[in-house]
């Protein structure tokens, strides 16, 4: 049982408030991810929970314990960092077992552990090499296997696919899931990738000038964006916003069309993703400005009112730079923020 | 100009540089080592190695090799970690631990010589304190402990900087994520400087000490300074042939063995250092 804890942990970097009271719990052998751009403060929430950062304030408990004062060693935690820190002076075999052989258990059982995990992750055959004989993808299969051979309860991740080109990413991101939910531990992920945090995730904890903005299934935070912010960072291209200004009794005028939204009496913001707009004879007025065809989906940037908009049409549409579009919302994917707390209003 | 001759054009300079003054000068010298006016011989080796100071200085200069650089290594790691460690004040400390790197051997041995002699601090202090009634002459032939002792100590103090410089610049470029990802995996501070530090430090290592164990054969004014004859040394009989007994084959033998001793501890370095096969570092 690894259940992870955080409690009102705050991080200061001399004046620099890196994180601001993080609360956090993930279940035993849930997978979950820190997304944010960079310098959100996730790769330092991940450090504190290593022990490798010490956290201001706050508390940290895995498994019921607090870990907190305890050197990283004693927490039960494996990790896989960015640029892999495979040893380059010790074998793969070696660089697997660089923990075993710390806790001094014996050479038969670290050479079967050794061997269980470099099976599992594909790379028996390299045994005996060296990681300047590796690719960065067999590189980044050792860091892994290395984590792995410890049998952690917990398993840390520091943006462990980001160095890898495009095509072995996809394949590693869905190797690492399966291993991973094979392996029964508890996962920490940190990316600012978002298709990885998607794709892996449990649960994504969306993060934001040092907090937590939202911390929700992968779906939800798609659909159900908890602010602003997440609705603008998730999602290739991100949610469309537009003024809406109060038509009263749950009306609401956006760019001189009429819609359903909820009761509020000031002005708010309506939001709605690309791909949730029919062509329509009612709907918002736009201008094409540039049209890319994107084999499967149509992508189109137009101007509504003086603002950037996107839409994702099908591909079959022809449509023309200049050319004028009418596009209705699908009305139960509306979504509403308020500008002045940016968080969503329902 | 073609670009496969332009490297070599370019070390043309140092290599005509080197062959003038160096591979010229050492061909002479061991031609003077190998014969004595009439064709090839080994004679001057023979004389040399005969002679009955010879396994003396021999055995002072391996023993004071033997007991001065591994002290200096020990504490050219541990001054490097140090100051590794360091967030402000690294390059004051540094410059600090590095000045007797500026002073001449020589100097450094009469620093040494006004700390020990009769008259020096070391006996104005013990007198002062009491401990002696008066000034005692420690660098004489009744105690050979204390005049190696004093050469010991000017040596560290005077060299060790040499490996500290080159171990700080080694230690500065390992990534820090193999401390972090060692120290997650269990790894003790000690464990991390066994596993992690020492075996990335190695082509440093293996410069420092070679530089370190070629200057230590070479040891000569440092110790004409603090023991005069007390305690002869591989070059300063080297010195004496040449200028004393003006007998340059002889003195062109030693070198040679100096020569030999260099390289073969050399090899030995570079061997016992070695990097595996297929390891980058």
């Known amino acids: 049982m690894a259940q992870i804890e955080i409690k009102n942990v705050a991080k200061r970097f001399g004046s620099y408030q890196a994180l601001h009271d993080i609360n ?8 979950v991810v820190l997304l944010g751009a960079s310098g959100c403060g996730k790769t330092t929430l991940l450090r504190i929970i290593a022990g490798l950062e010490t956290a201001t304030t706050g508390e940290v408990s895995i498994g019921g314990r607090r870990v907190d004062h305890l050197a990283p060693k004693d927490r039960g935690i ?32 670290v050479k079967r552990r050794v061997e269980r995990t470099a099976e599992l992750m594909h790379i028996e055959q390299l045994l005996k090499r060296y990681s300047g004989e590796l690719s960065g993808g067999q590189r980044q299969r050792v860091a892994v296997a290395r984590a792995l051979a410890m049998e952690p309860d917990v398993i840390l991740m520091d943006e462990p696919l980001s160095n890898l080109d495009a095509l072995l990413r996809m394949e590693m991101r869905a190797e690492l899931k399966g291993v991973l939910a094979a392996s029964n531990t508890t996962a920490i992920y940190v990316t600012h990738d978002q298709v990885e945090a998607m794709s892996m995730a449990d649960r994504i904890s969306v993060m934001h000038q040092g907090e937590i903005v939202q911390a ?42 009429v819609m359903d939204g909820p009761s509020s009496g000031k002005s708010l913001k309506f939001a709605i993703r690309p791909e949730d707009m029919r062509p329509a004879d009612e709907g918002l007025t736009a201008t094409a400005r540039v049209v890319e065809p994107l084999g499967a989906h149509l992508l189109i940037t137009c101007e509504v009112q003086g603002s950037m908009f996107r839409a994702v049409l099908d591909s079959d549409m022809s449509v023309k730079p200049g050319d004028q579009l009418t596009l209705a919302p699908q009305p139960d994917r509306m979504r509403w923020f308020d500008p002045d707390t940016t968080l969503a209003v329902a | 100009m073609n670009a496969r001759l332009l490297p070599y054009v370019l070390i043309l300079p140092v290599t005509l540089f080197l062959c003038l003054f160096f591979l010229y000068p050492f061909l002479l010298v061991s031609k003077q080592a190998f014969s004595t006016g009439a064709g090839f011989t080994l004679d001057n080796f023979r004389e040399v190695t005969s002679y009955w100071k010879f396994p003396i200085t021999m055995r002072n200069t391996l023993l004071l090799a033997a007991a001065v650089v591994p002290i200096q290594l020990a504490l050219a790691l541990l001054m490097a970690t140090m100051v590794n460690r360091m967030q402000k004040g690294r390059d004051l400390v540094l410059y600090v631990w590095t000045i007797p790197l500026g002073i001449s051997d020589l100097a450094a041995g009469i620093i040494w010589l006004a700390i020990f002699e009769q008259s020096g601090f070391l006996n104005s ?11 005692v002459n420690l660098l004489t032939f009744q105690n050979p402990g204390i005049v190696f002792l004093a050469i010991m100590l000017a040596e560290i103090w005077r060299a060790t900087a040499i490996m500290l410089v080159i171990l700080v610049a080694g230690i500065g470029l390992i990534p820090k994520e193999y401390y972090e990802a060692a120290e997650v995996f269990g790894a003790s501070p000690w464990k991390r400087f066994l596993r992690i530090t020492l075996p990335l430090l190695r082509p440093s290592l293996q410069t420092a000490l070679i530089l370190r164990v070629i200057l230590a054969f070479e040891i000569f004014a440092v110790v004409a300074a603090l023991s005069g004859t007390l305690f002869p040394v591989l070059m300063g009989e080297t010195y004496a042939y040449q200028f004393d007994l003006l007998n340059s084959g002889a003195a062109a033998a030693m070198a040679l063995i100096i020569l030999a001793i260099s390289i073969a501890f050399t090899l030995i370095i570079l061997r016992v250092l070695r990097v595996p096969k297929g390891a980058t570092i």
């Open chain 1, 78 to 109: 494996a990790m896989v960092f960015q640029n892999y820190a495979v040893f380059p002076h010790l074998t793969v075999f070696e660089n697997i077992g660089f923990g075993l052989r710390m806790q001094k258990l014996p050479n038969d059982e």
């Open chain 1, 24 to 31: 956090l719990t993930i279940q035993d052998q849930e997978f």
């Open chain 1, 216 to 257: 929700a299934s992968p779906i939800e935070v798609y659909r159900n964006p908890a602010a602003e912010f997440v609705a603008g960072f998730i999602g290739n291209p991100p949610m469309n916003f537009l003024p809406a200004t109060p038509a009263g009794d749950g009306k609401w005028s956006v760019a001189g069309q």
């Open chain 2, 125 to 135: 202090m013990m007198s002062g304190l009491g401990i002696v009634d008066k000034p």
